[in-house]
């Protein structure tokens, strides 16, 4: 004869036994979660707000040297500064359009290239070759006093 009395001959203890594993099985992913939130954070790139600037002046026209490039801080944009062959100035965001890499200028090309996937943009700021789905932002460049200023265009 089977005795299945001690199986449950308790059922409110069963169920204060289930009711505690919940409890517990809650408990540990409240402990998880406290414990893994900081490192997330941690890891979570900051925000990084948007400066504002309507121009940035970068020195004297015969600072830069003809046929040459150099990148500068538009707010907190980079942007790429080319002193062409001619003398004249002119200025792109420096994010390629691809994903963002910093483009240079590269003489022996005579374009703006990016390195990260080989794309390629003309002096105009359109895509050569390459990756890059669209153009270089252009920017505006004024001459005045001797002094270099870039500033944004209206879009
Ligand atoms: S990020 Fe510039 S070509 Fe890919």
């Given amino acids: 004869m089977m005795n299945n009395h001690s199986e449950n001959s308790n059922p409110g203890k069963t169920k ?3 009711f505690l594993n919940i409890l517990l099985g809650g408990g540990f992913i409240a402990w998880l979660g406290a414990l893994l939130y900081p490192v997330f ?3 979570e790139p900051p925000e990084v707000e948007e400066v504002k ?8 026209v015969e600072d830069m040297q003809k046929d040459s490039g150099k990148i500068i801080k538009f707010g907190n944009k980079p942007v790429i500064v080319i002193r ?22 590269r003489k022996d090309y ?3 290239y990016c390195a990260c996937h080989n794309g390629r943009y003309d002096l ?13 932002k252009k920017y505006g460049v004024a001459i005045k006093n001797d002094e270099v200023t870039v500033f944004e265009e209206a879009s």
Avoid: M, W
């Avoid at 062959?85 to 691809?98: L, N, P, R, V």
């Avoid at 105009?124 to 270089?136: C, D, F, I, K």
């Fill in 16 to 18: 204060r036994r289930d």
């Fill in 41 to 43: 954070k941690y890891l």
């Fill in 53 to 60: 600037v309507s121009n940035v002046k970068i020195g004297a």
């Fill in 84 to 105: 062409k062959k001619s003398g004249d100035y002119i200025a792109f965001s420096a994010e390629c359009t691809h994903l963002d890499c910093i483009v240079q200028y």
């Fill in 110 to 112: 005579g374009q703006i």
């Fill in 124 to 136: 105009n700021g359109r895509v050569a070759s390459g990756p890059p789905p669209a153009p270089l």
